[in-house]
């Protein structure tokens, strides 16, 4: 059974930083690519980041370039989302998914989601 856990969301101000992170198991983590996601109230979930199995290859939505970073450490099956300067715009659940392949675009649809982690920035 595939089971992603989601920590580190929370409330921050305004130009501040926070960083997500998301435990895998049941999978074997160091061959598939991982991603984040986030979900504003009534929309549907978009793209935040993705990265490769082994780190070598990341995508960011045109949004988050330059303020969000996806790492991810293999030993650890922990796929983390640092994110600076953050906006008010950038309030929503963020949701960690992985994908049953070692190599995504940001096209590809994710085959497993996590419960997903509240991110509040206030003005």
């Known amino acids: 059974q595939v089971q992603l856990v989601e920590s580190g969301g929370g409330l921050v101000q305004t130009g501040g930083s926070l960083r997500v992170s998301c435990v895998a198991s049941g999978i074997r983590f160091s061959i598939n690519a991982m991603g984040w996601h986030r979900q504003f109230p009534g929309k549907q979930r978009e793209l935040v980041a993705t990265i490769n199995y082994n780190g070598g290859g990341t995508n960011y939505a045109e949004a988050v370039k330059g303020r969000f970073s996806i790492s991810r450490d293999n030993a650890k099956n922990t796929v983390y989302l640092q994110m600076n300067f953050l906006k008010p715009e950038d309030t929503a659940i963020y949701y960690c998914?992985?994908?049953?392949?070692?190599?995504?675009?940001?096209?590809?649809?994710?085959?497993?989601w996590g419960q997903g982690t509240q991110v509040t920035v206030s003005e």
């Open positions: 998914a992985a994908y049953g392949r070692p190599w995504v675009t940001t096209f590809t649809p994710p085959d497993y």
